[in-house]
């Protein structure tokens, strides 16, 4: 290959990559109907789950070698994913202006939503095979899960040398090969690797005496409506909660909207109840603040399962030592990991509800109670509601609350050791290797039957000849003693009873 073809060459790479992270973006996340601000949008995806994919599957399919792929540089890539239309911010415009830049956001509590017109869609459909009819009942959850082979895309594949430039400002140069391949595996077994390789790294981090409760927790199934509900009452609640909605997005306050984005959780009749209280757009902000506050501090009074449920007991305890030890990096990622395994309806409301503490316990917010600083009322106030178990301390649990709450934008992200194991495993998986051969841990080592055996008797004869030397250096027993005692020994284990007193002739 002359040196002019290179400049050809680089871009369909870099376009190959481009094209196979599109298409595992769009058939692998979750993408579902979805509230933000008590407003329902369609076919939403969320910006963590988003970087959490991507960089699961760069560092699955390894396109860099071993160059180091940190959130940060993915963060970046899906900003250029918005950039050429892949996908659009939703949520984010307010009566036809921009709320915000379009500026992607690593968070789960930005939404974004696939577009139809980025000039990759050509490149991207002639990659993916007919699409598989879905079933009927999938529950409105329109995750495509179809299996993704791209290894053919043709030269007639738009170059683009942006791309090529991103990649280098990323520090990331793609493997020289001539084909890159993906393959997908079904979804049940990614989430069983995911679970697995969860526990596996927390037992690494902190110790966890039983783990029945961790392997058999089951995701929480929201209860069916009741078909016999009033029409009525339905659509004024709908409408009680769309006011609220409008009144929040009104004010542009980040207080309000993170309070009305919490009231998701709140039964319909708080909802009611506020929205009929409401003061008039004219009146004090600070009164409607202490009503909003006011009603989440009542529901969350109420005597209930903790968000952090209790089946996570063990891993609270590890967490709470870690911080007493000073430990915080390793409590952190802790803690990562705990919420990964929480079910998706606790996990968006302890979101919600630190999101709203942390905005509330600010210093320049209203003061909520007279004399005390905001950060100590959102813990005393809602501590039992995120944790609550007799037999873990006030004082680890106060301490647990407030980690949650000052470190609330970045433990709900899904850590990088994490990511790397995951990947490991599933790459092993694909390439037809044994999954139990090689854990990634060193807990134990796979023995053979034989190895075993030996193993037990050498250390059953050293654990006999330390018991014939105790026994014989013993100055505490009379001669009389010790030859009886010599004698049964030797009568049970005549040939330890031999090799002991012959390397101890030898030694004289």
Known sequence: MTHSELPAVKPFRATHIWCNIIIALQSEVEVKRRRHNLKHHNDCFLGSDAVDLVLSHLLQNNYFGEAEISRSKVVRLCQALMDNKVFEGVGKKLFGKDKKESTFEDSSCSLYRFTTTHRWVDAVNECQPPRVPRSPGFNGLHRRQESVHCSTCTDTNPADNSLEELLSNLSLKPVISSCIETSQLPRTVVNEIWQEQTILRLL?????????????????????????????????????????????????????????????????????????????????????????????????????????????????????????????????????????????????????????????????????????????????????????????????????????????????????????????????????????????????????????????????????????????????????????????????HPAIFIQYFFNALRKL
């Open 204 to 492: 690494q981090l902190i110790e966890l005496p039983i783990l029945d409760s961790l392997l058999d927790r089951k995701e929480h199934q929201p209860k069916p409506q009741n078909s016999s509900t009033n029409t009525d009452v339905i659509t004024s609640n709908f409408l009680d909660r769309e006011i609220l909605k409008a009144f929040g997005d009104s004010q542009e306050d980040d207080w309000l909207s993170v309070a009305v984005d919490l009231l998701e959780f709140l039964p319909d009749l708080s909802v009611v109840e506020i929205s009929r209280n409401l003061p008039e757009p004219s009146c004090d902000v600070d009164q409607c603040k202490m009503l909003l506050f006011d009603a989440i501090v009542k529901y969350y009074s109420q005597t209930k399962e903790p968000l952090l449920t209790n089946d996570f007991f063990d891993i609270h305890t590890g967490v709470a030592e870690l911080l007493v030890n000073g430990k915080s990096e390793p409590a952190l990622e802790a803690t990562q990991l705990c919420l990964k395994l929480l079910d998706s309806k606790n996990r968006e409301e302890l979101r919600r509800l630190l999101r709203f503490m942390a905005v509330a316990a600010q210093p320049a917010s209203i003061a909520l109670q007279k004399g005390v600083e905001n950060r100590i009322v959102m813990k005393r106030t809602f501590g039992k509601a995120i944790i609550s178990n007799k037999n873990l301390p006030k004082g680890k649990a106060d301490l647990l609350v407030l980690f949650l709450l000052d470190h609330q934008k970045d433990v709900f992200k899904v850590p990088g050791s994490l990511h790397k194991l995951v990947s490991e495993k599933l790459m092993l998986i694909q390439c037809g290797g044994d999954p139990d051969l090689n854990t990634g841990h060193t807990y134990c080592e796979r023995l053979t039957h034989a190895t075993c055996e030996r193993n037990m008797r050498k250390t059953t004869r050293d654990e006999l000849l330390l018991l014939l030397k105790t026994i014989d250096e013993n100055p505490k027993l009379s001669a009389k003693e010790k030859k009886k005692v010599l004698a049964q020994f030797n009568k049970s």
